[in-house]
């Protein structure tokens, strides 16, 4: 086509958007990360590594990686076990099964402000309902969510039930590609069906598991707005998890350079795993041809 | 009206594989040229290089004398029919029809007259609300036949317009669009495959193989002068029967041995060449030799055309196809004899496909 | 299958999605009553917990400046990824695998590396607590970009090609054709789009502070941050808020939840 500058044109808008909140605030990020400043005063003088070298010796930030791990290495396994479980059943393409997929979905997009109030009120510890249930079978309230041991785990379950309809609408995606005849092949063979969901089903679904595994840490890594909401962090420091603790360094306490560092390393991390991705998405290409 | 001259034009996707290769092809105003080749001859290409759609890789193309290469498609003041109509679904008929008048700034109660005359004189009044996925496909064609008559541009490229049609409405469409080239006075450049369009419809036709253009003529020329190979076998139905042959000793004779009297030129003494014979200038007897070059042989096949009967007969020298009046008494297995003019017989160098012209 | 056997799975599938919406579906429930009634167990059924969220906690406000930001961000979002995905689909230019690359990657860059500098340079240029400083870093959007484009390459050709003939250029081609011929996507998109925008709450805790400025999900966190440090929360109206806040999503589930689904599922499989 005879067209030279108008594609340009088009373009534009997105380019210099992308340029503008995105790019560009890396290279800042990065920037920042060697310097010392704190929002307000007029230098910003360059401190090399040492925001690093402090974040690497202070007990603040081994605590949020080591939350943030726990909360991942939990939640995550969780996530799938639950999604491939529940999936198996909802594979059929009825009105009843696409109802129900959809309410299983339905907190995946719903406000996670709201979810993460809602559920502060279910495990809240005079009016909740979970106490309440607790007090059904003479059980003492429990503070759920003022005691250091047990505040990870509500925001696990939390986490999990708003993601969970994600993963299962994945994994119904990626049940639904196995073709029939394999079921049935497995079936005449005189297959028992726990045999036939690890023998059959449960290779084929491999992709899709490595996918959501790989999403779901990203996403657990970057997790955010329930612990703001719920727990601010607390109590004890005991969900604070590394966009938290950043949001707390650069937002609250105006450490600018020691929160750049750190979104830095959580950066560098997280690029490193979506490269990771298209890795093995590049796999499974091949595999499904 | 408007004159159209491609000068050694080619285009190619990836170098070393031109689609099109230095073309050359003078268009008077007015005239209605029929591209035609068979698919994969880049006759398509060469459309869409004159309407703009496809980047010109090297050569000139003038549009009324000036160099048109940069102008980009909206400027040429040039209409199109595509083959799959590319009607736009979302619009109506009307709507459809009058688009490009819209484009072009034509007020709304003048775009609504054009609409009207346009679908009047395609019959398509009684549809003017419809969307195209309600019509038959012979409306559809005709509606991107309105649409592009519905301004008056200075030309008009069709790209198959008639191939997704049934053979009936094909004639007939044939006819209307022969008629419009009348009435619009407006240059015309027709793609097809289809030899009997190009020989019906044109005032000249260019045949196109492998990107080469090989011949543009009046369909007579065409026809009774093919200057090449595969001009000669692409156009003429049931096509020319060819048999290969060689020069010797001033004569041509065929690969079996049979002399043919014809005088080859001295120089090219030796070589292979092929000679081609029209079935429709064959004459069929049984008896006695009366032409001057007879191929005895069996009859095989016969079809009958209708008015003719298309008589496939076994020769020494392979197969021949000779069409017959329906009067002949001939039945499968008879044996036969097909005698041709001297004049009636085609000659074409093997290598190169090049016409021999014989004094 | 019998139907008994179906009225057995429909029920059983009714119970198990009522079971696992219980807590939001509770949460709305409670949204109704008065506070005696939540707390003692007897009292009545009331809108006053919305008449108050509304009135006295400046939830109106927030519910505006939630669909302006969200609105704005759609329209934006839709408009420059529309001509960007028509530019991509349709033209060959220098650089253009690369502007692509680029436009795509954003999807995969984790949103809080731009925090901080985002911030600073929306503060420089006076940009905090403004609809524009809420709206901008939102509007580019890889996934819009690359889901539409894959959508335009579906429109077949030669309907632009015929445009082209019909003396469009290219702003009319994409504008009279390549648009109307992609309404279910375009809408689907947006409600994405709009969606996503309406619940996003990083970016907006941090770029507005003005009580007039906040979205509702600031609001509502807000509103529940303050009860909840003071230690007496009054639960009926933090779950009339959090309704209000959930309502927009929940009402536009129903229309685009099989997009929103297929969507997803694309992205995942490509």
Redesign the interface.
């Known amino acids: ?3 030279r500058f108008t594609p340009y044109a088009m373009v534009l808008p997105i380019v210099l958007c992308i340029l503008a909140f995105t790019y560009w605030p890396i290279l800042v990020s990065f920037d920042l990360s060697f310097r010392h400043w704190d929002f307000m005063s007029s230098d910003k003088p360059f401190v090399g590594l040492s925001n690093y070298s402090e974040l690497v010796r202070s007990d603040e930030f081994w605590n949020s990686v080591t939350i943030t791990l726990i909360f991942t290495a939990i939640s995550v396994p969780l996530r799938l076990a639950l999604a491939i479980a529940i999936a198996r059943y909802l594979t059929t393409e009825s009105k009843t099964v696409r109802a129900l997929r959809g309410a299983f979905f339905l907190p995946a997009v719903t406000s996670s402000v709201a979810i993460a109030v809602i559920w502060s009120w279910i495990f809240s510890t005079d009016a909740g309902v979970a106490n309440a249930l607790l007090n059904n079978l003479g059980i003492a309230k429990v503070p759920w969510l003022q005691t250091p041991s047990l505040a990870l785990w509500v925001i696990i379950i939390v986490n999990t039930w708003k993601q969970l309809g994600y993963d299962i609408v994945i994994y119904v995606a990626g049940l639904q590609a196995i073709p029939e005849d394999l079921y049935e092949a497995a079936k005449m063979d005189g297959g028992k069906r726990w045999h036939t969901f690890r023998r059959v089903t449960f290779p084929l679904v491999m992709p899709t598991t490595y996918f959501l595994l790989i999403v779901s840490v990203i996403e657990s890594f970057q997790i955010f707005t329930i612990v703001d909401v719920m727990t601010q962090g607390g109590p004890a420091m005991s969900t604070d998890m590394m966009v938290n603790m950043l949001y707390r360094t650069g937002f609250t306490l105006f450490d600018v350079g020691k929160g750049s560092a750190l979104a830095v390393l959580l950066f560098v991390f997280l690029v490193v795993l979506t490269v990771l991705k298209s890795r093995i998405l590049g796999k499974r290409v091949h595999y499904e041809h | 009206m408007i004159s159209i001259a491609l000068e050694n034009v080619s285009k190619s996707y990836q170098a070393d594989t031109p689609v099109v290769k230095n073309v050359d092809l003078d268009i008077e105003p007015g005239e209605f040229v029929v591209i035609v080749g068979p698919s994969g001859c880049g006759k398509s290409t060469m459309m869409r290089m004159i ?3 496809e ?1 010109i890789s090297s050569g000139t193309l003038r549009i009324g004398g000036r160099v048109a290469n ?5 400027h040429r003041d ?3 029919v ?3 109509y ?5 619009l109506t008929v009307a709507e459809n029809i009058g ?2 008048l819209e ?2 700034g034509v007020s709304k109660t003048e775009r609504l007259r054009r609409v009207e005359v346009v679908a009047h004189l395609l019959q398509l009044s009684d549809y003017l609300h419809k969307k195209p996925k309600d019509l038959s496909g012979g409306q559809r064609q005709r509606v991107a036949m309105g ?2 008559i519905a ?1 008056d541009a200075k030309t008009y ?1 069709m790209d198959e317009p008639l191939s997704n049609l049934d053979a009936e409405l094909r004639s007939s469409m044939r006819a209307e669009i022969k008629h419009l080239h009348r009435q619009l006075k407006a240059t015309m450049i027709y793609v097809t495959h289809d030899q009997v369009e190009a020989l019906t419809l044109a005032d000249r036709i260019a045949v196109m193989n492998k990107g080469v253009l090989q011949q543009f003529d009046t369909p007579e020329k065409i026809y009774d002068d093919p200057a090449s190979l595969f001009v000669a076998g692409f156009i003429g139905s049931p096509p020319m029967n060819f048999i290969d042959a060689v020069c010797k000793e001033g004569l041509v004779k065929t690969i079996e041995g049979i002399r043919i009297p014809i005088t080859c030129p001295p120089e090219l003494e030796g070589s292979q060449v092929v000679i081609g014979l029209r079935p429709e200038n064959g004459v069929l007897s049984t008896g006695d030799k009366r032409m001057a070059i007879e191929f005895p042989g069996e009859v095989m096949l016969i079809e009958t055309t209708g008015s003719n009967r298309n008589i496939h007969a076994k020769t020494a020298t392979g197969p021949l196809i000779v069409v017959a009046p329906r009067s002949a008494a001939i039945g499968l297995g008879d044996n036969v004899s097909i005698g041709y003019r001297t004049e009636d017989v085609f000659l074409f160098e093997k290598n190169t496909g090049k016409r021999i012209h014989l004094l | 299958m019998n139907t008994s056997g179906g009225v057995v799975l429909r029920s059983t599938a009714v119970a198990v999605g009522l079971l696992f919406l219980s807590p939001l579906l509770y949460g709305i429930w409670i949204s109704f009553q008065t506070a005696n009634r939540f707390f003692s167990g007897n009292g009545e059924m009331t809108l006053q917990n919305y008449v108050d969220a509304v009135e006295k906690m400046n939830f109106l406000r927030y519910l505006f400046n939630s669909l302006i930001v969200s609105g704005g961000v759609t329209i934006l979002s839709l408009a420059t990824s529309i001509m960007a995905a028509y530019a991509f689909s349709r033209f060959e230019f220098r650089g253009r695998d690369l502007i692509f690359g680029l436009v795509v990657a954003t999807l995969m860059i984790p949103g809080h590396i731009t925090l901080i500098p985002n911030y600073l340079n929306f503060a420089r240029v006076g940009l905090l607590d403004t609809y524009a400083g809420l709206i901008l870093p939102a509007v580019a959007n890889g996934f819009a970009t690359f889901f539409l484009r894959q959508y335009f390459r579906g429109i ?1 050709r ?2 632009d ?9 290219a702003w ?1 081609v994409l504008y ?2 390549i648009i ?2 992609s309404k279910p996507a375009i809408y689907a998109m947006g409600l994405f789009i709009f969606l996503g925008e309406w619940n996003s709450y990083v970016w907006p805790l941090i770029a507005t502070d003005s009580p007039d400025m906040l979205t509702l999900q600031i609001g509502l966190a807000r509103l529940y941050k303050m009860d909840a440090q003071e230690g007496l929360v009054n639960w009926p109206l933090v779950m009339a808020a959090a309704t209000l806040t959930m309502l927009p999503v929940l009402l536009g589930f129903a229309l685009v939840e099989r997009h929103l689904v297929r969507g997803i599922s694309m992205g995942a499989i490509k």
Do not use: C, T
């Open positions: 086509m005879l067209v | 309407a703009g759609l980047r940069d102008i980009p498609p909206q040039i209409a199109m595509f083959q799959n590319a009607l736009y679904p979302h688009f490009s484009m072009r649409r592009a301004r490229l | 077949p030669s309907l090609e015929a445009a082209w003939m019909d003396g469009a250029n009319k009279r054709v109307p011929m």
